[in-house]
């Protein structure tokens, strides 16, 4: 299967710092990237949509001056936590969906990183 | 909107099936995916349905769907120890997105 590897597994950082995580496609070309935030026990809350080239499209409630989305390329994409807060702790999860003909099929996903914020 | 509802817990013996249920609200939903997760780790795609499709099996997995009802289970054959795992169900809607179920913890005990 398409592996996605996602950039670091672990991050701790001070309050009002800014964090970078990398999810990168290795084995495909992905146009589409998400960015998923997942709170204990609980289940995966899309906050955006990356499309190579252009700008990310933000769910509802996600604040896109806190988190910037970069798709520079069809095997990068990048989220940063800009000025974070012990609030913004959480696991953070990319998924890369891989171009079957015209159909994106199936969503791969990193290993997710824990943000922990202090 | 869009909803898809999982049981949160499911408990069996090691060696017995255990399935897994999942009802879904969103028609038009294409794929249908079944998703592992284990502590502290990512999404594993364990298998996927389209459909169009009834049923479909690979290796100790098995997936039924019922259109009619809305409804999709995962059957996980001589369940293991290294089964116990987050099990989440998700079906991708006309817009691409994948909307998860809250995820059913299966714990397998020896």
């Known amino acids: 299967g398409a592996v996605v590897s996602q950039h670091p597994s672990r991050v701790i950082c001070k309050s009002g710092t800014s964090v970078k995580i990398e999810c990168r496609s290795l084995d495909f070309q992905a146009t589409t990237m998400f960015w998923y935030r997942q709170f204990p026990k609980q289940s995966l809350m899309l906050m955006a949509t990356?499309?190579?080239?252009?700008?990310?499209?933000?769910e509802q409630g996600v604040e896109k001056d806190k988190f910037l989305i970069n798709h520079a390329s069809l095997t990068l994409s990048t989220l940063t936590v800009t000025s974070a807060h012990p609030e913004d702790s959480s696991f953070y999860i990319c998924?890369?969906?891989?171009?079957?003909?015209?159909?994106?099929?199936?969503?791969?996903f990193g290993q997710g990183t824990r943000l922990t914020v202090v | 909107g869009e909803d898809v509802e999982q049981s949160l817990f499911l408990s069996v013996r090691e060696g017995d099936s255990s399935v897994i249920n999942c009802t879904y609200t969103d028609s038009s939903s294409t794929y249908l995916y079944w998703y592992k997760q284990e502590p502290g780790a990512g999404l594993q795609l364990l298998t996927y349905?389209?459909?169009?499709?009834d049923m479909k099996q690979d290796q100790r997995l098995t997936v039924l769907l019922n259109k009619k009802d809305k409804h999709l289970s995962l059957r996980i054959a001589d369940t293991q120890t290294g089964d116990s795992a987050i099990y989440f169900c998700a079906g991708k809607n006309q817009g691409g997105k994948l909307i998860f179920g809250q995820g059913t913890e299966l714990s397998v005990k020896p």
């Open positions: 349905i389209f459909s169009n499709m």
């Open positions: 998924s890369a969906s891989r171009l079957e003909g015209s159909r994106n099929t199936e969503a791969f």
């Open positions: 990356s499309n190579e080239g252009s700008k990310a499209t933000y």
